[in-house]
């Protein structure tokens, strides 16, 4: 008998952990929108897994998105140097025109 309370209370102690923690209301959250969900998903656990936030990508995918991100970002800031230069180089060889003059 005192074996069976003393898992009762880590029982206990664990349901308030996961309580203070949120997890709770955020399972209880994906439940709801599953069961409210008109057209039932085929896989729920892919719905569930879905929701909670761990259908992102795989670590691998992620890191080789920081890559391209960080190679994108390096030949944006290249191509922006080169449109200030070409505007410069532009600009020596047909000045604005002033305003009014057109009409």
Do not use: W
């Not at 206990?12 to 998903?41: H, M, N």
């Not at 960080?70 to 070409?86: F, G, V």
């Not at 600009?91 to 009409?103: F, R």
């Amino acid at each position: 008998m005192a074996h069976y309370r003393a898992s009762e209370s880590k029982r206990e102690q664990f349901r308030r952990y996961l309580e203070k923690s949120g997890v709770l209301d955020t399972i209880t959250s994906v439940l709801v929108a599953l069961y409210e969900e008109t057209d039932k998903p085929n896989n729920a656990l892919d719905f569930i897994k879905l929701h909670l936030g761990a259908g992102g990508p795989e670590p691998a995918d992620a890191e080789a998105l920081r890559m391209e991100l960080s190679d994108l970002q390096q030949k944006c800031n290249l191509l922006m140097e080169e449109n200030k230069e070409l505007r410069n180089r532009l600009m020596q060889y047909e000045p604005l025109p002033e305003e009014g003059a057109a009409e």
